[in-house]
């Protein structure tokens, strides 16, 4: 398995908080049965994160196994971070391919915990927001640490063993040498009755002194009691808005901001704007209508003023609390409107891209969104390069999914929506698929849109389908049909029967299967369509084999194996699906040298799509293969891969190759035994 190292860097400017440090070293010494886990509360912007980032740098030698970090999304825009989210992202971290992850949380959460079983890590969740956010991201291992930074106690952690640390206000000394640090001892020395006045106006808050440090530091004439009477004012003007801490932060942020240069402060407000938590350079360039070597400039300015920190190579975030403070200025721009739809379709643009990248055969929107020029020039080299940028800006999609959804921006939300169907396809993500899909819905409806409807009601048919709520999905597949009978769409209708169909075909109703994919079939004749023809010959050959009529299958497949091929690289995974029912067919028909040519492929196939339900499925039935010819040890291997496939994947195949793992005899009686 990979070593993951996640661990942001501490601040550069760190000082201090020796007791703190030494009270976590302590905690960890006290007796214990399970993980470490230490909660370090405090209000926003008192030092949290920078205590827990300069202790892991301290010790992080002492966990060879690695360090995981997840910022867990107290006040993030959409809301905080789902526990099943963190974990996907963290069994992704620990090796566990994307397409791989379970999807329910519980599952998600067993995983974790079977994998970090007896393994020496460090783990650190940033801005947890609950008890029940943090519970199901515990191992049970005792040789990991699980820190926690919090604004709550998070008392209900009390139960799993936690251990607390509450933050306080930095003392005046260390503020002083804090604030020394930036700006040079000269400076602070030569005037200490100002220095102690501004560090008590900050109110020991490091985020305050280290907004007011930068403004000090880009500035070397500015004596320090210029500043001090410009917070001092500005402090006298927000007093009746909240508390002391309120007060500090607001005036330190103000005040910085009013010093930024206009380009510079613009480029605060529309990242203020941004849908979701991180994001890249090349975003920002499109929201401001700018080169990247502009927009990285102006971001290396936020860098400089400490209004925003950098996570990995061009890629940024905000603090919370000065997101919020952007976001307050970001309201009142009158260009407000017009960088949020910026934002929405850069993102829109590269889901586009990625989309006709990965699936160049689907049906896509006609209609065109851009209100602008910038937001469509989103390049991709090739399928990894898109499938990389799907898995990184997911977040960010959903986000701004769930923004456009909820602002009036009806057509942008469903048709980002639709361009992720790639990304779902390969990687799945069961929970950002049914969420996406749902709004997606919601948004063709509330534009009265029934093709756009009836599109989106199928796509959310069939992830209920892979979810095994096969009654949901044929509820939903109804609906889809009923719409695009309504309007015409004979295209929809073919797709909607063949979701029917399969639904049948899972539940076993053979009969009603072949009725549907029969239907399916002459549809896509009449229309002309040459892949999908295949793919209903693919549906009608599946039945077939499951109910024992393989001579039809065969039949089917043939012709089903000629489309496929004559469609070149359009569509090479369908293309190992009907290699697999033809390797099927042709074992059960006692052909077994040429079964296992054709099932031998399908897999490298598959293994070359990185489609673990593909892998599964020529597993499976080279195991039934090798189980109908009594090779028993080839039958357990291909079995036992082929069933940790499905279950990974939750796939309702797996009972079925179960099953036929308990037809094969023990090992020291299995005459065929490998050495």
């Given at each position: 398995?990979?070593?993951?190292?996640?661990?942001?860097?501490?601040?550069?400017?760190?000082?201090?908080?020796?007791?703190?440090?030494?009270?976590?070293?302590?905690?960890?010494?006290?007796?214990?049965?399970?993980?470490?886990?230490?909660?370090?509360?405090?209000?926003?912007?008192?030092?949290?994160?920078?205590?827990?980032?300069?202790?892991?740098?301290?010790?992080?030698?002492?966990?060879?196994?690695?360090?995981?970090?997840?910022?867990?999304?107290?006040?993030?825009?959409?809301?905080?971070?789902?526990?099943?989210?963190?974990?996907?992202?963290?069994?992704?971290?620990?090796?566990?391919?994307?397409?791989?992850?379970?999807?329910?949380?519980?599952?998600?959460?067993?995983?974790?915990?079977?994998?970090?079983?007896?393994?020496?890590?460090?783990?650190?969740?940033?801005?947890?927001?609950?008890?029940?956010?943090?519970?199901?991201?515990?191992?049970?291992?005792?040789?990991?640490?699980?820190?926690?930074?919090?604004?709550?106690?998070?008392?209900?952690?009390?139960?799993?063993?936690?251990?607390?640390?509450?933050?306080?206000?930095?003392?005046?000394?260390?503020?002083?040498?804090?604030?020394?640090?930036?700006?040079?001892?000269?400076?602070?020395?030569?005037?200490?009755?100002?220095?102690?006045?501004?560090?008590?106006?900050?109110?020991?808050?490091?985020?305050?002194?280290?907004?007011?440090?930068?403004?000090?530091?880009?500035?070397?004439?500015?004596?320090?009691?210029?500043?001090?009477?410009?917070?001092?004012?500005?402090?006298?003007?927000?007093?009746?808005?909240?508390?002391?801490?309120?007060?500090?932060?607001?005036?330190?942020?103000?005040?910085?901001?009013?010093?930024?240069?206009?380009?510079?402060?613009?480029?605060?407000?529309?990242?203020?704007?941004?849908?979701?938590?991180?994001?890249?350079?090349?975003?920002?360039?499109?929201?401001?209508?700018?080169?990247?070597?502009?927009?990285?400039?102006?971001?290396?300015?936020?860098?400089?003023?400490?209004?925003?920190?950098?996570?990995?190579?061009?890629?940024?975030?905000?603090?919370?609390?000065?997101?919020?403070?952007?976001?307050?200025?970001?309201?009142?721009?009158p260009d407000q409107p017009l960088l949020t739809r910026r934002i929405i379709e850069w993102y829109l643009a590269g889901v586009s891209a990625a989309d006709r990248l990965l699936t160049p055969y689907r049906r896509r929107d006609r209609d065109n969104p851009f209100a602008t020029s910038?937001?469509q020039v989103v390049a991709l080299a090739d399928r990894d390069e898109a499938l990389a940028w799907l898995e990184q800006e997911r977040g960010n999609l959903v986000a701004a999914i769930q923004y456009a959804a909820s602002h009036d921006l009806l057509l942008l939300a469903w048709q980002?929506?639709?361009?992720?169907?790639?990304?779902?396809?390969?990687?799945?993500?069961?929970?950002?698929?049914?969420?996406?899909d749902r709004l997606a819905v919601r948004c063709a409806q509330q534009l009265n849109d029934h093709d756009r409807e009836a599109r989106m009601l199928r796509r959310w048919a069939f992830a209920h389908f892979d979810l095994a709520q096969f009654d949901r999905a044929r509820e939903l597949?109804?609906?889809?049909?009923?719409?695009?009978?309504?309007?015409?769409?004979?295209?929809?209708?073919?797709?909607?029967?063949?979701?029917?169909?399969?639904?049948?075909?899972?539940?076993?109703?053979?009969?009603?299967?072949?009725?549907?994919?029969?239907?399916?079939?002459?549809?896509?004749?009449?229309?002309?369509?040459?892949?999908?023809?295949?793919?209903?010959?693919?549906?009608?050959?599946?039945?077939?084999?499951?109910?024992?009529?393989?001579?039809?299958?065969?039949?089917?497949?043939?012709?089903?194996?000629?489309?496929?091929?004559?469609?070149?690289?359009?569509?090479?995974?369908?293309?190992?699906?009907?290699?697999?029912?033809?390797?099927?067919?042709?074992?059960?028909?006692?052909?077994?040298?040429?079964?296992?040519?054709?099932?031998?492929?399908?897999?490298?196939?598959?293994?070359?799509?990185?489609?673990?339900?593909?892998?599964?499925?020529?597993?499976?039935?080279?195991?039934?293969?090798?189980?109908?010819?009594?090779?028993?040890?080839?039958?357990?291997?291909?079995?036992?891969?082929?069933?940790?496939?499905?279950?990974?994947?939750?796939?309702?195949?797996?009972?079925?190759?179960?099953?036929?793992?308990?037809?094969?005899?023990?090992?020291?009686?299995?005459?065929?035994?490998?050495?």
């Amino acid at each position: 398995m990979p070593i993951p190292r996640q661990l942001p860097a501490p601040p550069a400017h760190f000082v201090g908080r020796d007791v703190e440090l030494a009270e976590i070293d302590r905690l960890l010494t006290e007796e214990r049965t399970g993980p470490a886990l230490i909660v370090i509360n405090g209000v926003g912007g008192i030092g949290k994160s920078a205590i827990a980032l300069q202790w892991a740098q301290r010790v992080n030698s002492q966990f060879p196994d690695g360090q995981l970090y997840a910022h867990l999304g107290a006040f993030n825009p959409t809301g905080p971070i789902a526990p099943a989210e963190v974990l996907g992202q963290m069994l992704r971290s620990l090796g566990v391919a994307p397409q791989r992850v379970p999807a329910d949380t519980a599952e998600r959460a067993a995983t974790f915990r079977s994998i970090t079983a007896g393994r020496k890590l460090l783990l650190l969740w940033d801005d947890a927001v609950s008890a029940a956010q943090v519970r199901p991201l515990l191992p049970t291992s005792s040789s990991c640490v699980v820190v926690v930074t919090t604004r709550w106690r998070l008392a209900g952690l009390v139960t799993d063993g936690a251990r607390f640390l509450a933050v306080e206000p930095l003392s005046e000394p260390v503020a002083i040498e804090l604030l020394t640090r930036a700006v040079g001892a000269d400076r602070t020395a030569s005037d200490p009755a100002s220095t102690s006045s501004l560090v008590r106006l900050c109110a020991g808050f490091p985020i305050a002194l280290a907004v007011t440090g930068a403004r000090l530091a880009t500035r070397p004439r500015w004596p320090i009691r210029r500043l001090v009477n410009e917070l001092a004012e500005e402090h006298r003007r927000l007093r009746g808005l909240g508390g002391q801490e309120d007060v500090s932060l607001q005036s330190a942020f103000d005040l910085s901001y009013q010093e930024l240069p206009d380009p510079v402060a613009r480029c605060y407000r529309m990242v203020g704007l941004h849908p979701g938590t991180e994001f890249g350079l090349n975003v920002v360039a499109a929201g401001l209508e700018v080169g990247q070597q502009e927009a990285a400039d102006l971001l290396d300015a936020l860098l400089e003023a400490s209004l925003l920190s950098e996570t990995a190579d061009n890629r940024y975030r905000l603090h919370d609390l000065v997101r919020l403070h952007a976001r307050q200025h970001a309201e009142t721009d009158p260009d407000q409107p017009l960088l949020t739809r910026r934002i929405i379709e850069w993102y829109l643009a590269g889901v586009s891209a990625a989309d006709r990248l990965l699936t160049p055969y689907r049906r896509r929107d006609r209609d065109n969104p851009f209100a602008t020029s910038q937001a469509q020039v989103v390049a991709l080299a090739d399928r990894d390069e898109a499938l990389a940028w799907l898995e990184q800006e997911r977040g960010n999609l959903v986000a701004a999914i769930q923004y456009a959804a909820s602002h009036d921006l009806l057509l942008l939300a469903w048709q980002i929506a639709d361009a992720m169907w790639p990304l779902f396809h390969y990687h799945r993500h069961h929970r950002d698929r049914m969420e996406v899909d749902r709004l997606a819905v919601r948004c063709a409806q509330q534009l009265n849109d029934h093709d756009r409807e009836a599109r989106m009601l199928r796509r959310w048919a069939f992830a209920h389908f892979d979810l095994a709520q096969f009654d949901r999905a044929r509820e939903l597949f109804e609906r889809c049909l009923q719409l695009c009978e309504e309007i015409g769409d004979q295209y929809g209708t073919t797709s909607a029967v063949e979701g029917l169909g399969l639904v049948a075909l899972v539940q076993r109703r053979h009969p009603q299967a072949v009725v549907y994919f029969s239907r399916q079939l002459r549809l896509c004749r009449e229309a002309g369509q040459h892949r999908r023809i295949g793919l209903a010959l693919l549906n009608l050959a599946m039945v077939g084999n499951e109910s024992a009529q393989h001579r039809l299958a065969l039949f089917h497949l043939r012709d089903a194996a000629a489309i496929f091929a004559s469609l070149g690289d359009v569509d090479p995974y369908n293309d190992a699906r009907v290699r697999i029912e033809l390797g099927r067919a042709l074992g059960h028909l006692g052909e077994h040298r040429p079964a296992r040519e054709k099932l031998t492929q399908a897999l490298a196939d598959m293994r070359y799509l990185d489609s673990p339900r593909g892998q599964a499925q020529a597993l499976h039935r080279l195991g039934e293969l090798a189980l109908a010819g009594q090779e028993f040890a080839e039958a357990r291997t291909y079995l036992t891969q082929a069933l940790r496939l499905y279950e990974e994947i939750e796939d309702v195949e797996a009972g079925q190759v179960r099953h036929l793992t308990t037809l094969i005899p023990p090992a020291d009686t299995d005459p065929h035994r490998m050495p």
